[in-house]
């Protein structure tokens, strides 16, 4: 299984992506995650992503590309991937079509989860993280255990979460049609419970929806 998975922040793509990888068997490339763990260790390329990162902006393709065709050449990406923030913008689009080319892959699928804007201020900004095992949580609508060590992400401040929306529907909104019109986009409503979006997720991804 070769999956993207696209859509707004906040519309539970990194959420859903953990039981999906779990369910196939396959890797989660989240370049969020990747960029973040950059920038708690310091190096360069940390240091040069959190300049974009903390007002909202879309880090440069060229440091994303680079990253994530790094990450393509490790072995547990060798039968299949699910990636969760990328690509998000045509030019990451069309670097990764090169390099599936070049490697001989082809993408099964891309799943657009989809959330109204109004909807996912309340969502981030209720987001806690486990600091011990990345589990995502939601202060209302996915309680976290009690004794769970939380982290918020720096980039979950309301003003900055608007600024990512804008980035979203200018920059990685026009994902929709270059992958509709190649037959391989499925919309996926995001709005239900943790589980209900699973569901619809899974059968989105089956052999027989497509
Ligand atoms: P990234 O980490 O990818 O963030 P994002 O796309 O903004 O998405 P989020 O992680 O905020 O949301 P999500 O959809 O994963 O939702 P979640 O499951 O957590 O990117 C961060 C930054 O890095 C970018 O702004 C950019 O600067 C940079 N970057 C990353 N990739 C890049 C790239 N390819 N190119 C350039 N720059 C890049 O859910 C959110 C909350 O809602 C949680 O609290 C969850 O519990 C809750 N929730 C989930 N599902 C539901 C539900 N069904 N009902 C109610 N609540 C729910």
Not at 39 to 50: C, I, N, P, V
Not at 53 to 68: K, T
Not at 141 to 159: C, H, M, S, T, W
Not at 174 to 185: D, H, K, S, T
């Amino acid at each position: 299984m070769r999956l993207i998975l696209i859509g707004p922040p906040g519309a539970g793509k990194g959420t859903q992506a953990k039981v999906v990888v779990e369910q196939f068997g396959i890797p989660q490339i989240s370049t969020g995650d990747m960029l973040r763990e950059h920038k708690a260790k310091g190096t360069a390329l940390g240091t040069k992503a959190a300049e974009y990162m903390n007002r909202g902006a879309l880090v440069p393709d060229e440091v994303v590309i680079g990253m994530v065709e790094e990450r393509l050449k490790l072995d547990d990406a060798r039968n299949g991937f699910l990636f969760d923030g990328f690509p998000r913008t045509v030019a990451q689009a069309e670097a990764l079509d090169a390099t599936l080319a070049r490697l001989g892959l082809e993408l099964d699928g891309v799943v657009l989860i989809e959330v109204a804007d109004e909807l996912l201020v309340e969502r981030i900004c209720g987001r806690r993280t486990d600091k011990a095992t990345g589990q995502i949580y939601h202060l209302k609508y996915n309680p976290p255990p009690p004794g769970a060590e939380l982290v918020q992400r720096a980039d979950d401040k309301e003003e900055v979460v608007k600024e990512r929306l804008v980035a979203y529907h200018a920059q990685t909104a026009p994902l929709v049609p270059y992958y509709e019109a190649r037959g391989i986009l499925r919309r996926v409503d995001g709005v239900g419970d943790l589980a209900q979006v699973t569901a619809r997720l899974v059968a989105a991804v089956s052999p027989k929806a497509k």
